[in-house]
T-cell receptor
Framework: NAGVTQTPKFQVLKTGQSMTLQCAQD?????MSWYRQDPGMGLRLIHY???????DQGEVPNGYNVSRSTTEDFPLRLLSAAPSQTSVYFC???????????FGSGTRLTVV | DAKTTQPTSMDCAEGRAANLPCNHS???????VYWYRQIHSQGPQYIIH???NNETNEMASLIITEDRKSSTLILPHATLRDTAVYYC?????????????FGTGTRLKVLA
């Protein structure tokens, strides 16, 4: 098992550009989430999904879209990148509602 | 939503037990307590979780008070590799969905 795979690992965007952060898991996990982490801070929840076709907003959803067409993939779309979206983005998944999350290694995004 | 309170930082001597406290006085009866850690800028790593009873696994022990208003994560023999930020999280479940809210955690430094 590869676990949770995030691509790319690093990305630099110009203000106004759009892009998709990829997240894939091969553990047949139902629950998936996206978090962002800013310097010196904890993780903040952006969006999450409890299964294919079901998504919901977290603490800081503005400027981001998600979809969950398959159990394996949970991409995060930045619609029009802003410098305030410079952050490290983590994707996580878990099998059930009680199980602990497995996190990916992160995508480091800089918006200039 | 149940909130958690943790000390900002702690030191522990290598080889000694590290005891990390967490206060969650507003926890509901069906909410679990989870512990994660984050080493450097890697993705968070799941450690352990519990509801009422004390729990132990190969990484750590979790002690939950009888009134469930606080808990302690115990690393029995801390090593330098245990230096990390430790997050205590109460899983919130509004409207039947489940998500984690991370705080800023405790920065544990294991000293040689």
């Amino acid at each position: 098992n590869a676990g949770v795979t995030q691509t790319p690992k690093f990305q630099v965007l110009k203000t106004g550009q759009s892009m998709t952060l990829q997240c894939a898991q091969d553990m047949n996990h139902e629950y998936m989430s996206w978090y962002r982490q800013d310097p010196g801070m904890g993780l903040r929840l952006i969006h999450y999904s409890v299964g294919a076709g079901i998504t919901d907003q977290g603490e800081v959803p503005n400027g981001y879209n998600v979809s969950r067409s398959t159990t394996e993939d949970f991409p995060l779309r930045l619609l029009s990148a802003a410098p305030s979206q410079t952050s490290v983005y983590f994707c996580a998944s878990s099998y059930g509602t009680v199980d602990g999350y497995t996190f990916g290694s992160g995508t480091r995004l800089t918006v200039v | 939503d149940a909130k958690t309170t943790q000390p900002t930082s702690m030191d522990c001597a290598e080889g000694r037990a590290a005891n990390l406290p967490c206060n969650h006085s507003t926890i509901s009866g069906n909410e679990y307590v989870y512990w994660y850690r984050q080493i450097h800028s890697q993705g968070p790593q799941y450690i352990i979780h519990g509801l009422k009873n004390n729990e132990t696994n190969e990484m750590a022990s979790l002690i939950i008070t009888e009134d469930r208003k606080s808990s302690t994560l115990i690393l029995p023999h801390a090593t330098l590799r245990d230096t990390a930020v430790y997050y205590c999280i109460v899983r919130v479940a509004p409207s039947g969905t489940y998500k984690y809210i991370f705080g800023t955690g405790t920065r544990l430094k294991v000293l040689a």
